[in-house]
């Protein structure tokens, strides 16, 4: 099991460069795999679309809170770690223009010696999509063809460049590099809780990062993206899965039941705080319950 750690965007203190750059660095020291940052581009204050992941419909999260650019982020931690993962959590696709994303990406990845992990979703904040130039009715489409875009442009080495033609995208001879560093590129998961995204990540990611589901309703998930990985060619066994918990209540127990549903890694989620010496304390008590060799 690998375990990975949220980075505690709702205390307010992921764009306080001291304190976010010693929460990375004694999470990496405890030997966590790696730490994962949100992303919104903009929130749109009184949003009236529902956020699917609690009963009143709104997320945890304040208007005017502080959700630093998650590439920015990554790549300012990668600067100030040596080993650790970087990865989003999610990352709202339909946000990016896949040509311009794919540089952005592969240069983190590059930079930081291969270390990135991109986990998407399509989003569920209308008015944020929108606010960025997307159509959110066709966002899921826009989102597949988002997906071979970046796959083309980071495994073409071809003298010419890429093209493509499609339906939200069109270029020629497009060069981009540099290209990332890690063997088949940077790997894709799927965040969310449909059987879209399920299907979407058997067909294009690397795993699926569910949210808001369990029992029955995961497994049959987790079926239909191997499913749909086996008809479209690919290798249903290496794609992973990643479940939630928290820091505070994650004990080996709890973690050898997850995996026994097939879950590759757990991402744990902090207590609020910003308290950094509460934060770290936090972090160190659950890897010595988790057995982690840290540095």
Same mark, same amino acid.
């Given at each position: ?157 071809? =003298? ?75 290798? =249903? ?59």
């Amino acid at each position: 099991m690998k375990y990975a750690v949220l980075l505690p965007v709702a205390a307010g203190v992921t764009a306080d460069p001291a304190w976010i750059g010693e929460y990375a660095r004694h999470a990496e020291a405890c030997g966590f795999e790696s730490v994962g940052a949100v992303e919104h581009a903009v929130v749109a204050s009184g949003y009236s679309s529902v956020y699917p992941y609690d009963s009143s419909g709104r997320m945890e999260l304040a208007d005017d809170l502080d959700i630093p650019d998650p590439l920015d982020l990554l790549a300012f931690l990668a600067g100030r770690t040596g080993r650790i993962g970087l990865a989003t959590g999610v990352l709202v696709l339909p946000n990016h223009h896949p040509v311009v994303l794919a540089k952005r990406l592969a240069t983190v990845d590059a930079l930081s010696g291969g270390r990135l992990r991109l986990v998407v979703g399509m989003g569920w904040m209308r008015e944020e999509i929108e606010a960025c130039g997307a159509d959110f009715e066709t966002r899921g489409r826009r989102g597949d063809e988002q997906l071979r875009v970046l796959r083309m442009l980071w495994d073409d080495t071809a =003298p010419g460049g890429a093209s493509h033609d499609g339906e939200f995208f069109r270029f020629e001879g497009a060069m981009s590099y540099p290209k990332p560093v890690q063997e088949g590129g940077i790997p894709i998961h799927i965040g969310g809780h449909s059987r879209a995204a399920a299907r979407r990540a058997g067909r294009y990611g690397d795993g699926l990062q569910p949210l808001g589901v369990a029992g029955d309703e995961l497994r049959g998930l987790v079926t239909l993206m191997r499913e749909e990985a086996g008809k479209s060619g690919r290798d =249903p066994d290496a794609l992973e899965l990643t479940l939630g918990h928290s820091l505070s209540a994650v004990t080996p127990e709890k973690a050898e039941k997850l995996a026994a549903l097939g879950a590759d890694r757990l991402v744990l989620r902090g207590t609020v705080t910003a308290d950094l010496g509460e934060a770290v304390d936090e972090l160190s008590a659950c890897a010595e319950r988790l057995g982690l060799s840290g540095s």
